[in-house]
């Protein structure tokens, strides 16, 4: 199985801040990889996938990167709203796997 | 509006059954490959089963394999996970999500799951 190791595992930040949280691949995924936010109790929001194509109606502060083994998902400005859960799923090869989140939170 | 909704969560004991429903609407259910993913508590997602939009491809995580059963219905809209032989690992929150070229583009809100004695 494809191992997803995201970094940092928690991201103090405060409102405005940029915000890079990255993804490395155990082995090369191409570009086959989307990005989820995750807020308490509630299912995960598909953001980005294709490593840079955002999702309709995704804020463009929102941006990713990427390809092979390495990939950042970027906010640009961070919202009172984006503190969350971050999480990156590879779909090059089955099993599809994440890497175990990245909680942004506030500084 | 496009939405899912699990249900039939629950108690149960080890070594016990339970089938969860997703029910789908707003959207042609039966052109989407449909998937569950869970999540224990505190803890990251796992994609454990998915089944293509006719019901003849279908694929398990090894965690769940031969303990598990994915199906579906297209005429009720209607996505099932039949879960037997439970464990206490299998305890978490089960989404099931609609897939969009193994990426899950609509969620549902979630149905947990509890094994224990």
């Known amino acids: 199985d494809i191992q997803l190791t995201q970094s940092p595992f928690t991201l103090p930040a405060s409102v405005g801040d940029r915000v890079i949280i990255t993804c490395r691949a155990s082995q090369s995924i191409s570009k086959w990889l989307a990005w989820y936010q995750q807020k308490p109790g509630k299912a995960p929001n598909l953001l980005m996938y294709r490593a840079s194509t955002l999702e309709s109606g995704v804020p463009l502060r929102f941006s990713g990167s990427g390809s092979g083994t390495e990939f950042t998902l970027t906010i640009s400005s961070l919202q009172p709203e984006d503190f969350a859960t971050y999480y990156c799923q590879q779909y090059n090869s089955y099993p599809w796997t994440f890497g175990q989140g990245t909680k942004v939170e506030i500084k | 509006q496009e939405k899912l909704v699990e249900s039939g969560g629950g108690l149960v004991k080890p070594g016990g059954s339970l089938r969860l429903s997703c029910a789908g609407s707003?959207?042609?259910?039966?052109?989407?490959?449909m998937s569950w993913i869970r999540q224990a508590r505190g803890k990251g997602l796992e994609w454990i089963s998915y089944?293509?939009?006719?019901?003849?491809?279908?694929k398990y995580a090894d965690s769940v394999k031969g303990r598990f059963t994915i199906s579906r219905d297209n005429v009720k809209k209607s996505l099932y996970l039949q879960m037997n032989s439970l464990r206490a690992e299998d305890t978490a929150v089960y989404f099931c999500?609609?897939?969009?070229?193994?990426?899950?583009?609509?969620w549902g809100q979630g149905t947990l799951v509890t094994v224990s004695s």
């Open positions: 707003g959207f042609t259910f039966s052109d989407y490959y």
């Open positions: 089944i293509s939009s006719s019901g003849t491809t279908i």
């Open positions: 999500a609609r897939d969009l070229g193994s990426i899950a583009s609509l």
